[in-house]
C-alpha cells in the first residue's frame, strides 16, 4: 500500500496554484508529483497560444490491462473576483471549511480522487487521470486534444468517472448522467449610420433585429424527454455601436444561448436561427460557437458502481439528472461511457468559495469504493 495522502493538504496545495483558464505549470507539477509517488506513469503536454492557450493537459496511467476506469477532471478555475476577504489562491480551512478559488469546482476533487487512490490496492486493470486546463474556457486546447491523444495511441478507457460538483443540498444527493448541448450564437444585422433628425439618408437596423428576436423568442424547440427538460433559448445580450441619443447606428447585434436536450443537434439549431434572420432581417449574419452535443449515459456498470459507492458510504440514494451546464463529459462520451459525480456545488465560481472538509473526506472514501469495485 502506498503512504497516504491527505486530501485537504493536497487540495490546498493546488488551491495555492493561480491556476485562472487556461492553465498551465505549477498546479500540475504539485499534481504530478503526488501520483508519480503513487506509481503513474505522467504524461503532460502543453497546446495552443493566447487568446485560447496555452493550455496544460495531463493523462497519469498506471497499469495495462482491462478494466480501464479513467477519472477526468480540470485544474483551471474562473477568475477569483472582487471581494474576498482574503487572498483566494492561498488556502484556509476556517469553521470546518477549506476555502479558495477552486475548493468547490474542482480541485478538492482531485485531490480526494488521488487521496482514494492511495487507500486502495490496484490488484488489475488500468487507472488514468485525464486533467485538462481548459474547462473554464472555451476547451479549444483542453479536453478535445486529450482524446486526440488517448486515440492517437489507441488508448480507450471502459468507464469514465467526473468528479464535478454534481451534488445539490447534501453530498451524494445528484449524479449526472448526462448533459445538455449548448450553442451560443450572435446575430448582426447591418444599417446605415446617421442622424436621427434626417432618418431617410440611413437605414435603422433595430427594428428588424427586434424582429428577429421575437420571432426566435415565439419559437417551442420541444417538450423535453424523460431525461432532460426541454431545451430553451435565451437571449444574452442587445448592443449597437453608438449609444447616442440623436444617432441612429450603423449596425445592432443580439447574443443568444440555446441549452438544448438530445432530441436537437447544435448544427440544425444554428441552421434554424440563420433561416428566421434572413427572413426577418435579410443581410443579417449569424456567428456561432457549439461548445457540445447533448449526450446521455445509459444504465451500465458504472452508473451501478457510484450509486451502490454512494449509497453505502453515505444512506443516500441520487436522483439522476441532466440538469446544469455543460462538462467535458460531451467530448469524453466519445470513448466510453461516462458520469459526473462530485461535491455539493452551491459556491462554484463564487466569491469565497469553499468545500466543507468532511464532505471532501467523504468524498475520498466514495471514490476509494468506486476504485475497490472496479480495479480493486
Known amino acids: 500500500m502506498a503512504e497516504p495522502i491527505d486530501p485537504i493538504a493536497l487540495a490546498s496545495a493546488l488551491i495555492n496554484c493561480p491556476s485562472v483558464t487556461p492553465a498551465s505549470g505549477q498546479v500540475f507539477d504539485v499534481l504530478a508529483a503526488a501520483l508519480e509517488q503513487l506509481g503513474f506513469t505522467v504524461h503532460r503536454f502543453v497546446l495552443g497560444e493566447a487568446p ?50 477552486g475548493a468547490n469546482d474542482m480541485k478538492s476533487a482531485i485531490a480526494a480522487f488521488t487521496a482514494a487512490i492511495a487507500r486502495i490496492e490496484q490488484k488489475r486493470g488500468t487507472l488514468s487521470l485525464l486533467i485538462t486546463g481548459d474547462e473554464e474556457g472555451y476547451a479549444t486546447y483542453g479536453t478535445p486534444r486529450i482524446v486526440d491523444w488517448l486515440n492517437e495511441r489507441q488508448i480507450r478507457p471502459d468507464m469514465i468517472l467526473i468528479g464535478e460538483p454534481t451534488s445539490v443540498d447534501r453530498l451524494g ?21 446617421g442622424h436621427v433628425a434626417y432618418p431617410h439618408r440611413t437605414t435603422n437596423p433595430i427594428a428588424p433585429l427586434a424582429r428577429v428576436i421575437a420571432a ?61 434572420a434572413g427572413r426577418e432581417a435579410p443581410g443579417a449574419t449569424v456567428k456561432a460557437r457549439i461548445s457540445g452535443e447533448a449526450f446521455l449515459t445509459p444504465p451500465g456498470e458504472l452508473f451501478d458502481v457510484v450509486v451502490g459507492a454512494i449509497a453505502e458510504e453515505t444512506g443516500v440514494s441520487p436522483q439522476l439528472s441532466t440538469s446544469g451546464g455543460t462538462s467535458d463529459g460531451r467530448f469524453l462520451i466519445q470513448l466510453c461511457p461516462v458520469v459526473d459525480f462530485g461535491l455539493p456545488n452551491a459556491t462554484m465560481h463564487q466569491v469565497g468559495e469553499c468545500a466543507a472538509v468532511e464532505d471532501i473526506r467523504s468524498l475520498e472514501r466514495i471514490y476509494a469504493r468506486i476504485i475497490a469495485r472496479l480495479v480493486g
Open 216 to 276: 426566435l423568442d415565439a419559437v417551442h424547440l420541444d417538450d423535453g424527454t424523460d431525461a432532460f427538460p426541454p431545451s430553451n433559448l435565451e437571449f444574452t445580450g442587445v448592443d449597437t455601436p453608438t449609444h447616442a441619443s440623436n444617432v441612429i447606428p450603423g449596425s445592432a447585434t443580439a447574443q443568444l444561448n440555446i441549452r438544448f436536450n438530445n432530441l436537437q443537434r447544435g448544427a440544425d439549431l444554428v441552421r434554424m436561427v440563420e433561416e428566421v
Open 52 to 101: 485560447d492557450g496555452p493550455t496544460e493537459n495531463m493523462v497519469a496511467i498506471r497499469g495495462q490491462s482491462a478494466p480501464h476506469f479513467g477519472f477526468a477532471g480540470h485544474l483551471d478555475v474562473v477568475p477569483a473576483g472582487e471581494g474576498w476577504p482574503a487572498d483566494a489562491f492561498t488556502a484556509r480551512v476556517e469553521d470546518g471549511l477549506l476555502i479558495g478559488r
Open 173 to 193: 444527493d445528484t449524479i449526472k448522467i448526462g448533459r445538455r448541448g449548448s450553442v451560443n450564437m450572435w446575430i448582426e444585422v447591418p444599417g446605415v449610420q
